[in-house]
């Protein structure tokens, strides 16, 4: 394993304690805690939630135009036919 971490290394351009410097460093990232990212999941689960009822809303007040430009168009040809 060494020597083929070594030449793969020599291939690369790299060196064998600069992996690990970089290994070292990543795993010591720290992750964010559980709260956190229960946290998170509310606050994008309540805008996701708004977002539904403002498109909800929305499509209702597109339901109501569109039956009330039908209602207007038959009313002109009802009209149209009278006169």
Not at 25 to 51: I, T, V, W, Y
């Amino acid at each position: 394993m060494g020597d083929d971490l070594h030449a793969w290394c020599r291939h690369k351009g790299l060196y064998a304690h600069q992996l690990q410097t970089w290994r070292d460093a990543f795993c010591a990232m720290s992750e964010p805690s559980a709260k956190q990212n229960l946290g998170a999941m509310r606050e994008l689960q309540g805008k996701h939630d708004q977002l539904e009822r403002q498109l909800r809303r929305k499509d209702k007040a597109l339901a109501e135009a569109a039956a009330l430009l039908i209602l207007k168009k038959k009313f002109q040809a009802l009209w149209a036919d009278e006169a």
